[in-house]
């Protein structure tokens, strides 16, 4: 068993303020990193939350929507006082866009949203619809801009290749809102949790690392957090 179990996945106890003097130097350390270009940072806070399957999740401890939410709110407030929050974006980022988890909208500078490909381990999701479905349910909870901030796809089931291709130019082209599109590029949850290697080394062919590199070589796709 963890004995740190339940001490900094609670989200009673950021509301409290029991880790005020380390989100107060986090801040901290944040504005001097960035006081030479000038440029943002994007803080993730409790990603993915409404899942069960991280420490932090609602669902854990003594944690509920409430709470969630008032310790988001305390954490921006914490980078405010401390002058930190023009240099910090602060991303919502969840798989599933659930209002009841949404800070507000004074508190959300970008959401992010996740679309996985699972491929033979379950079905395989045309890219287009993955990428419509993603942005629309981002985009109804919100008028902020959106990042597919965990993107990837099985080899297995259809064209990865294809599949990331599609799923790229679909967000480009059809929402000017999707700001950027992160790929998954690990094996990591394939060890831990059982999902497909995500890697753009799979297939061994490597069609789908080409394809990632032929997008990533394209000026569209190249951008800065504003």
Excluded: C
């Excluded at 902020?144 to 064209?159: C, L």
């Amino acid at each position: 068993s963890n004995p740190e179990g339940g001490n900094y996945e609670r989200y009673r106890r950021v509301v409290y303020g029991k880790h005020d003097a380390y989100i107060k130097e986090w801040a901290k350390d944040l504005k001097r990193a960035t006081a030479p270009s000038g440029k943002p940072v994007i803080v993730r806070y409790a990603h993915e939350s409404w899942g069960t399957y991280f420490p932090w999740s609602v669902w854990n401890f003594d944690n509920n929507k409430y709470f969630f939410k008032q310790a988001w709110r305390h954490i921006w407030q914490k980078f405010k006082n401390v002058g930190a929050k023009p240099r910090a974006r602060f991303m919502w980022s969840q798989v599933h866009m659930r209002r009841e988890i949404w800070p507000g909208d004074k508190y959300v500078d970008i959401i992010g949203a996740t679309v996985l490909n699972f491929g033979a381990q379950r079905t395989w999701k045309n890219a287009k619809k993955a990428a419509d479905a993603a942005a629309k349910s981002a985009r109804k909870l919100a008028k902020k801009p959106v990042i597919f901030v965990e993107t990837a796809s099985h080899y297995k089931g259809g064209n990865k290749a294809a599949w990331i291709k599609n799923l790229y130019n679909r967000a480009y082209y059809a929402y000017p809102f999707v700001k950027g599109n992160v790929y998954l590029d690990t094996d990591e949850p394939h060890k831990l949790l059982g999902q497909p290697d995500w890697r753009l080394i799979k297939p061994d062919n490597l069609s789908a690392l080409k394809a990632y590199k032929n997008l990533a070589n394209q000026q569209r796709f190249r951008g800065v957090i504003r």
